[in-house]
């Protein structure tokens, strides 16, 4: 079996990675060509996380580059149509919910290719991220359906999906965490405000409604720093964020803005964390495997598990609501946290043995 397995922005290469190795680990006779949309160009979020995660580099690259969500959906379906035209695969293998996955599944199927969703299921049914619309736009038209849930897998049953076609395998991020986790290395912010073991917080916030708007970026940022107990805050800010911030002169003096981390060294800061305050669902699996508190900057999210079995709580987007749940982390009486069923680190093993069996 020839497959395209696609990849365009940072989460994807942690997911695909966990994949790849699966497939060497059990020297599958699958075909893999690597297809990078080039939705995310910058090194940090993209060329690194090819040599730290031990993958090819992509057979193909379509450099779509930046641009608004139709011009980015656009440019991805007219390039990758062009790769399919010279080489069509038997598969077109799709993960997450970002653009790139979107429009290549899209492309894919109009291009009479079977199509498979790895993430499928996963519902915040909030039409205001565009992520929500891209994963139901999958999940919409996929042939097969690998869900890192049993809740996941009930809701694409309830959606009308064949049963058959539905594989509850797990969670395939937690793969390269698991794989990478003794190769954790420590930023050089570590050293240089000699932080230790939870006497710091990590924050990543990036949703339009968190950040777009400056009053309300500059009221989380003040009321998270009120609340922090004079603890460091850690930053990894998007450029266009970290420029927002800076010509706000906000003059937080515990809040340090950093550029974005690669894979490794993001994982050691948050390892080492007192807690993860995120607007990112992808965060909040990792946290929950490391058993790490995280506070989540929404008022859904698509991954309940991270709060029913894992150590994630949605704290809102309305500042003043924010203190009960710093209360409870600084008393120590944050919730303790289990694993998922099978988020072990084995799921791309369970998704290639499916795969070999296939009829496609």
Same mark, same amino acid.
């Given at each position: 079996?020839?497959?395209?397995?696609?990849?365009?922005?940072?989460?994807?290469?942690?997911?695909?990675?966990?994949?790849?190795?699966?497939?060497?680990?059990? %020297?599958? &006779?699958?075909?893999?060509? $690597? *297809?990078?949309?080039?939705?995310?160009? @910058?090194?940090?979020?993209?060329?690194?996380?090819?040599?730290?995660?031990?993958?090819?580099?992509?057979?193909?690259?379509?450099? =779509?580059?930046?641009?608004?969500?139709?011009?980015?959906?656009?440019? $991805?379906?007219?390039?990758?149509? +062009?790769?399919?035209?010279?080489?069509?695969?038997?598969?077109?293998?799709? =993960?997450?919910?970002?653009?790139?996955?979107?429009?290549?599944?899209?492309?894919?199927? +109009?291009?009479?290719?079977?199509?498979?969703?790895?993430?499928?299921?996963?519902?915040?049914?909030? /039409?205001?991220?565009?992520?929500?619309?891209?994963?139901?736009?999958?999940?919409?038209?996929?042939?097969?359906?690998?869900?890192?849930?049993?809740?996941?897998?009930?809701?694409?049953?309830?959606?009308?999906?064949? +049963?058959?076609?539905?594989?509850? =395998?797990? %969670?395939?991020?937690?793969?390269?965490?698991?794989?990478? /986790?003794?190769?954790?290395?420590?930023?050089?912010?570590?050293? @240089?405000?000699?932080?230790?073991?939870? %006497?710091?917080?990590?924050?990543? =916030?990036?949703? &339009?409604?968190?950040?777009?708007?400056?009053?309300?970026?500059?009221?989380?940022?003040?009321?998270?720093?009120?609340?922090?107990?004079?603890?460091?805050?850690?930053? &990894?800010?998007?450029?266009?964020?970290?420029?927002?911030?800076?010509?706000? +002169?906000?003059?937080?003096?515990? $809040?340090?803005?950093?550029?974005?981390?690669?894979?490794?060294?993001?994982?050691?800061?948050?390892? @080492?964390?007192?807690?993860?305050?995120?607007?990112?669902?992808?965060?909040?699996?990792?946290?929950?495997?490391?058993?790490?508190?995280?506070?989540?900057?929404?008022?859904?999210?698509?991954?309940?598990?991270?709060?029913?079995?894992?150590?994630?709580?949605?704290?809102?987007? *309305? &500042?003043?609501?924010?203190?009960?749940?710093?209360?409870?982390?600084?008393?120590?009486?944050?919730?303790?946290?289990?694993?998922?069923?099978?988020?072990?680190?084995?799921?791309?093993?369970?998704?290639?043995?499916?795969?070999?069996?296939?009829?496609?």
């Amino acid at each position: 079996m020839q497959v395209d397995l696609i990849a365009g922005a940072r989460p994807n290469f942690v997911k695909i990675a966990g994949l790849y190795h699966a497939a060497v680990t059990l %020297n599958s &006779p699958i075909k893999i060509r $690597i *297809i990078h949309t080039g939705q995310h160009y @910058d090194h940090n979020l993209s060329g690194s996380f090819f040599e730290i995660l031990e993958i090819p580099e992509p057979d193909i690259n379509l450099n =779509v580059g930046s641009g608004t969500q139709a011009e980015q959906t656009s440019a $991805i379906m007219i390039a990758y149509e +062009k790769a399919l035209q010279s080489k069509k695969p038997d598969l077109c293998i799709v =993960v997450g919910d970002v653009t790139s996955s979107m429009a290549c599944a899209i492309t894919a199927k +109009k291009n009479h290719v079977k199509v498979a969703h790895i993430e499928a299921g996963l519902r915040s049914y909030d /039409w205001k991220m565009p992520e929500e619309i891209n994963r139901v736009i999958i999940d919409s038209i996929s042939d097969y359906f690998f869900t890192t849930s049993f809740k996941a897998s009930q809701k694409l049953l309830k959606e009308g999906k064949n +049963k058959e076609n539905i594989f509850f =395998v797990g %969670n395939i991020m937690i793969d390269s965490l698991m794989r990478n /986790w003794s190769k954790f290395r420590k930023p050089a912010i570590y050293k @240089d405000l000699k932080l230790g073991k939870k %006497n710091y917080l990590v924050l990543t =916030v990036h949703r &339009p409604s968190n950040v777009d708007d400056i009053n309300q970026l500059k009221s989380i940022l003040k009321t998270i720093s009120s609340l922090s107990n004079g603890m460091p805050i850690i930053f &990894p800010a998007h450029p266009r964020t970290a420029n927002m911030i800076e010509d706000q +002169k906000l003059g937080i003096s515990n $809040i340090y803005l950093i550029s974005p981390l690669d894979y490794l060294e993001f994982n050691y800061l948050i390892k @080492d964390s007192k807690a993860v305050i995120t607007d990112s669902g992808g965060i909040t699996e990792e946290a929950s495997v490391l058993g790490i508190p995280c506070l989540t900057l929404r008022n859904n999210t698509e991954r309940p598990e991270t709060i029913t079995e894992g150590t994630n709580e949605l704290i809102g987007t *309305i &500042p003043e609501k924010f203190k009960s749940y710093f209360d409870r982390l600084f008393k120590g009486q944050w919730k303790k946290g289990n694993i998922p069923d099978k988020w072990d680190g084995k799921t791309g093993e369970r998704i290639i043995k499916i795969l070999e069996g296939l009829e496609v």
